[in-house]
């Protein structure tokens, strides 16, 4: 029986994602993101599609360090402007059925008490479709809008998270029993005091009385989604992550990264297939080759360099403005993104010029998993990378919104559930049912989270 692909859309609530440039492009509706009927419409295309979920990103500063400032990322609508993933969740949730979210959240410059309560919320409202991006944010400009003179060490940033993970888990599955609600009318109690519990954590980072104020949601705790490939960020997500959106850029990084996640989780005795690995995918399909060529022409000749610097810049902690073309660009340790940073450097077959890394850079497709052709030859790419990798899907970014989407979900998808190995129709209802079987909404119990559930009652 073939292996089932995964597919989220990769999307911001913001004009500039990922295809710099193209918010120029007159088919290109990207400018309304500021109307909550662009994304029910995004939704319900989705939904049609299939799709598993639509994966959101978000940063909460602005990319100034290409050129020492932010005018390149403000000019060009670099992530920026951009709004809160979160508020677009509930009427998306509202226009679908199936069609999951998973929202991205940094534990660095937040507390942990008021965001479970959020995700808790929205994993009632969406009846257990939720799950939470956990990042620990990488932007100088970000660490400044919290207060702090300069970002906090990458390493510590995770040390961070992990906290933060267990006083959620603490909440989220230790606080309420499942039976706390009682409703009883007759005797006026609608929840059972004794069996809400504080947590009472009292950490390096946090201290949390508790009790958690949501009662129990479908899934309790979201599906955790993790963003990193660092061998922090990788060691993070063996010990949390339940689905990991793998950077790397190349299939032999992409496998990798996917064997370590796998083996480190084994390591500390969860199940490697409690982890689902997935990376990010920009397809062009067209009818026929020529039609996907022209389609990639004319998405290049609006592909921003620059926009892509400022991006690149934020990601990896390089401003490549400040190199001669023809200096070889080589492996600094930045608190940035890693994976960024070790692309064109400690992952490159050989040692890179600054004139070739920008080629790269402004070639469309050119820093990830990338394919141009017809519907056939798109899915016989995407179940060879399947199969060379070992991940399980795929994030589909857009170009132009919504006709990138629409373009695959009528062209790509058919020939993948023709071939059986993308579903035909929704079967599960909570994400974490669609990723690991049905049954299956609460975390299992070989993960870090579920060893929360049973607690002592505390009043």
Same mark, same amino acid.
């Given at each position: 029986?073939?292996?089932?692909?995964?597919?989220?859309?990769?999307?911001?609530?913001?004009?500039?994602?990922?295809?710099?440039?193209?918010?120029? /492009?007159?088919?290109?509706?990207?400018?309304?993101?500021?109307?909550?009927?662009?994304?029910?419409?995004?939704?319900?295309?989705?939904?049609?599609?299939?799709?598993?979920?639509?994966?959101?990103?978000?940063?909460?500063?602005?990319?100034?360090?290409?050129? =020492?400032?932010?005018?390149?990322?403000?000019?060009?609508?670099? =992530?920026?402007?951009? *709004?809160?993933?979160?508020?677009?969740?509930? %009427?998306?949730?509202?226009?679908?059925?199936?069609?999951?979210?998973?929202?991205?959240?940094?534990?660095?410059?937040?507390?942990?008490?008021?965001?479970?309560?959020?995700?808790?919320?929205?994993?009632?409202?969406?009846?257990?479709?939720?799950?939470?991006?956990?990042?620990?944010?990488?932007?100088?400009?970000?660490?400044?809008?919290?207060?702090?003179?300069?970002?906090?060490?990458?390493?510590?940033?995770?040390?961070?998270?992990?906290?933060?993970?267990?006083?959620?888990?603490?909440?989220?599955?230790?606080?309420?029993?499942?039976?706390?609600?009682?409703?009883?009318?007759?005797?006026?109690?609608?929840?059972?005091?004794?069996?809400?519990?504080?947590?009472? /954590?009292?950490?390096?980072?946090?201290?949390?009385?508790?009790?958690?104020?949501?009662?129990?949601?479908?899934?309790?705790?979201?599906?955790?989604?993790?963003?990193?490939?660092?061998?922090?960020?990788?060691?993070?997500?063996?010990?949390?992550?339940?689905?990991?959106?793998?950077?790397?850029?190349?299939?032999?990084?992409?496998?990798? *990264?996917?064997?370590?996640?796998?083996?480190?989780?084994?390591?500390?005795?969860?199940?490697?297939? /409690?982890?689902?690995?997935?990376?990010?995918?920009?397809?062009?399909?067209?009818?026929?080759?020529?039609?996907?060529?022209?389609?990639?022409?004319?998405?290049?000749?609006?592909?921003?360099?620059?926009?892509?610097?400022?991006?690149?810049?934020?990601?990896?902690?390089?401003?490549?403005?400040?190199?001669? %073309?023809?200096?070889?660009?080589?492996?600094?340790?930045?608190?940035?993104?890693?994976?960024?940073?070790? =692309?064109?450097?400690?992952?490159?077959?050989?040692?890179?010029?600054?004139?070739?890394?920008?080629?790269?850079?402004?070639?469309?497709?050119?820093?990830?998993?990338?394919?141009?052709?017809? %519907?056939?030859?798109?899915?016989?790419?995407?179940?060879?990378?399947?199969?060379?990798?070992?991940?399980?899907?795929?994030?589909?970014?857009?170009?132009?919104?919504?006709?990138?989407?629409?373009?695959?979900?009528?062209?790509?998808?058919?020939?993948? +559930?023709?071939?059986?190995?993308?579903?035909?129709?929704?079967?599960?209802?909570?994400?974490?049912?669609?990723?690991?079987?049905?049954?299956?909404?609460?975390? %299992?119990?070989?993960?870090?989270?579920?060893?929360?559930?049973? +607690?002592?009652?505390?009043?």
């Amino acid at each position: 029986m073939p292996k089932k692909i995964h597919l989220n859309a990769f999307e911001m609530n913001c004009v500039g994602h990922i295809a710099h440039g193209l918010w120029r /492009h007159p088919a290109n509706t990207r400018h309304r993101y500021t109307d909550v009927r662009y994304w029910t419409e995004l939704a319900e295309l989705l939904e049609r599609g299939k799709f598993d979920a639509l994966f959101l990103a978000d940063v909460v500063g602005v990319y100034d360090v290409y050129k =020492q400032g932010p005018e390149t990322a403000i000019r060009e609508a670099v =992530q920026i402007p951009c *709004n809160d993933p979160l508020l677009v969740v509930p %009427p998306m949730a509202l226009a679908t059925r199936h069609l999951a979210f998973a929202v991205t959240f940094s534990t660095t410059y937040e507390k942990p008490f008021a965001h479970a309560r959020r995700m808790s919320t929205l994993d009632h409202l969406t009846q257990g479709r939720v799950a939470w991006n956990v990042v620990t944010s990488y932007l100088p400009s970000a660490a400044r809008n919290f207060g702090l003179n300069r970002m906090i060490a990458h390493d510590e940033r995770y040390e961070i998270a992990d906290e933060f993970l267990d006083v959620s888990y603490k909440l989220w599955e230790g606080s309420w029993e499942d039976d706390a609600v009682v409703r009883d009318a007759g005797k006026g109690i609608y929840t059972d005091p004794g069996k809400v519990h504080l947590i009472d /954590h009292d950490g390096r980072y946090f201290k949390v009385a508790g009790p958690h104020l949501s009662e129990p949601s479908a899934q309790r705790t979201p599906v955790i989604y993790q963003a990193g490939s660092s061998s922090r960020g990788r060691a993070f997500a063996a010990k949390h992550a339940e689905a990991v959106f793998l950077g790397g850029g190349s299939t032999e990084a992409l496998k990798r *990264n996917a064997d370590d996640i796998r083996k480190q989780a084994a390591a500390i005795g969860r199940n490697p297939a /409690h982890i689902k690995l997935l990376t990010g995918l920009l397809a062009i399909v067209g009818r026929t080759r020529e039609e996907a060529k022209r389609k990639y022409e004319d998405f290049q000749a609006l592909y921003s360099l620059e926009g892509v610097l400022a991006h690149y810049g934020g990601g990896s902690g390089y401003d490549l403005s400040a190199y001669a %073309p023809d200096e070889v660009l080589t492996y600094a340790e930045t608190d940035h993104g890693r994976t960024a940073a070790a =692309q064109f450097t400690k992952d490159s077959p050989r040692p890179k010029t600054i004139r070739e890394v920008k080629e790269t850079l402004g070639t469309l497709g050119g820093r990830g998993l990338f394919v141009v052709g017809t %519907p056939e030859e798109v899915a016989d790419r995407i179940q060879y990378w399947v199969e060379a990798t070992g991940i399980d899907g795929f994030n589909v970014i857009q170009i132009l919104s919504p006709d990138t989407l629409r373009d695959f979900i009528e062209l790509v998808v058919p020939v993948l +559930q023709r071939r059986g190995v993308f579903r035909e129709e929704y079967e599960e209802s909570t994400l974490r049912e669609r990723l690991f079987g049905a049954g299956n909404s609460r975390l %299992p119990d070989d993960h870090p989270g579920a060893a929360y559930r049973k +607690q002592t009652t505390l009043t």
